[in-house]
């Protein structure tokens, strides 16, 4: 029947509870069919991810009609560098968060946030050290890969949030974008970035998704990670990377481990050994990272030479390593930073108005 909304169908509320409308892009197909109807339509499921900017005056009507709500967030701001483009959505309810769409040779990465905040303060970012104030909905995730546009062909959870830590809504909005009756995003596209929940790894692991992943381990020892990491200081280190392995080793995948080189804290030739003994034969590869300086966070960056022998370290022990530049920097992608320096874990979008004026 149209206008009827199915159950489990994602409302959104404005502060206050007033019912906003059905957004669009948390549907499911199946969701999508019972507001639809039984009606003919023109309006098909693959319509609701339509370029942003394209959406045909039929489907705003359609949309009106059954108060389904094409569109949430607002594009607050964007800043461009050579190969990336930073954007700042508002959400419905004044907060915001940034996605950031980097070019490679073969297309674009969106790089896409999962929560407002993040409760785990990593040191090295900003995103954490304001703390979580809230979860995204599906509909709000799916939306910043269809405003970013078509030309996105990979997507990385590494924004803003901790996507483990907002599982069901982030599983959800993978599922929607790899609906081959709607958005049809490619299986082996999307990459889901943690600092890795034992509990949600071993969930995740059940799981046939189709997706890469990468945890973010930093350190060799559970002092230093606690340290770097201090929202996980519950989580054992070694389950993590035992985690990691049995999600990998379950779906026939390698498991990227990403290790932020920090002069003195990290990057020895005990740790590079340690390391190495962690990941040597398993389904395993490392990316070595230096750091992208963030202001007023107090971290160094590992010399040259000291990149050079951790990797060889690996190397020589017959662990697969990658060092990545960090694309980006140009604008500050590094996560959160754009939210930390001019929000102040505040709510942004209106503050953003009020400086910039909406951009939506
Ligand atoms: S690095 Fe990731 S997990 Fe750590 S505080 Fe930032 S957003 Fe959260």
Redesign the pocket.
């Known amino acids: 029947m149209p206008g009827h909304r199915h159950q489990n169908a994602p409302i959104a509320r404005k502060e206050g509870g007033m019912t906003e409308g059905t957004p669009a892009l948390g549907l499911t197909a199946s969701e999508f069919a019972a507001i639809a109807g039984t009606e003919p339509s023109t309006v098909a499921y693959r319509d609701l991810f339509i370029r942003h900017d394209d959406m045909p005056r039929e489907l705003r009507r359609w949309a009106d009609a059954r108060n389904v709500q094409l569109r949430t967030l607002s594009k607050v701001k964007c800043e461009r560098g050579k190969r990336s483009q930073k954007v700042l959505f508002g959400l419905s309810d004044g907060y915001a968060v940034e996605s950031v769409m980097i070019q490679r040779r073969d297309g674009f990465t969106a790089c896409i946030s999962s929560?407002v905040g993040?409760?785990?303060?990593?040191r090295?970012?900003?995103?954490?050290q304001a703390g979580l104030k809230r979860n995204l909905g599906r509909h709000e995730i799916v939306e910043q890969v269809v405003r970013l546009g078509p030309k996105v062909n990979r997507i990385v959870f590494m924004?803003?949030?901790?996507p483990l830590n907002n599982y069901e809504s982030v599983l959800a909005a993978i599922r929607i974008m790899r609906d081959r009756d709607g958005m049809r995003f490619p299986t082996t596209g999307i990459t889901i970035s943690?600092?890795g929940i034992p509990k949600a790894l071993a969930r995740l692991r059940e799981e046939h998704l189709g997706i890469n992943l990468t945890v973010?381990l930093h350190a060799t020892t559970q002092d230093v990670r606690d340290r770097l990491?201090p929202?996980s200081r519950k989580h054992d280190l070694r389950e993590v990377v035992a985690r990691a392995i049995s999600w990998a080793e379950r779906h026939n995948r390698i498991v990227t481990f990403v290790y932020l080189l920090l002069p003195g804290l990290n990057d020895g030739r005990a740790d590079a050994e340690r390391l190495a003994r962690m990941l040597v034969g398993k389904p395993a590869r490392v990316n070595l990272m230096r750091w992208n300086p963030v202001e007023s966070v107090d971290l160094g960056r590992s010399a040259d030479h000291q990149l050079h022998h951790f990797r060889q370290r690996l190397v020589r022990a017959g662990v697969p390593v990658v060092v990545r530049d960090t694309q980006g920097a140009d604008i500050d992608a590094a996560?959160?930073q754009l939210w930390l320096r001019d929000l102040h874990g505040l709510k942004a979008a209106q503050r953003m108005r009020t400086q910039y004026g909406a951009a939506a």
């Open positions: 929560q993040c409760a785990f303060s990593c090295f970012c900003a995103s954490g924004g803003i949030g901790e943690t600092i973010s990491i929202g996560c959160g």
